[in-house]
């Protein structure tokens, strides 16, 4: 059984910064596509960044270039460095893991809020 456990969201001012970071149970990390995704209210849940077990990163283009995801494969964990935050940032993020196209497990999210 994998759990995902998500932290460090909050409320930032616009231009701001947050890390989330999502630490993974079990023994399957290592082996694992790791992505972070948002929801806003009334969205869908989008992509935001992705990173392949062999280390490979994607971003999608609202964040390039302002967020950077990183993997600890030693400590299990996943980190999202949000830099450069906007109100449309505000959603609520979750982690997911992916070790094929049907096995899939999610965090429970957490609130990233960008308000002045």
């Known amino acids: 059984q994998v759990q995902l456990v998500e932290s460090g969201g909050g409320l930032v001012q616009p231009g701001g910064s947050l890390r989330l970071s999502c630490a993974a149970s079990g023994n399957i990390f290592r082996r694992a596509d790791m992505g972070w995704y948002r929801q806003a209210p009334g969205n869908q849940r989008e992509l935001v960044a992705s990173?392949?077990?062999?280390?490979?990163?994607n971003y999608a283009d609202f964040v390039k270039g302002r967020f950077t995801m990183s993997r600890d494969n030693a400590k299990n964990t996943v980190d999202l460095q949000m830099n450069s935050l906007k109100p449309e940032d505000t959603a609520v993020y979750y982690c997911?893991?992916?070790?094929?196209?049907?096995?899939?497990?999610w965090g429970q999210g957490t609130q990233v809020t960008v308000s002045s």
């Open positions: 997911n893991l992916r070790t094929s196209l049907y096995n899939s497990y």
């Open positions: 990173t392949t077990s062999g280390g490979t990163t």
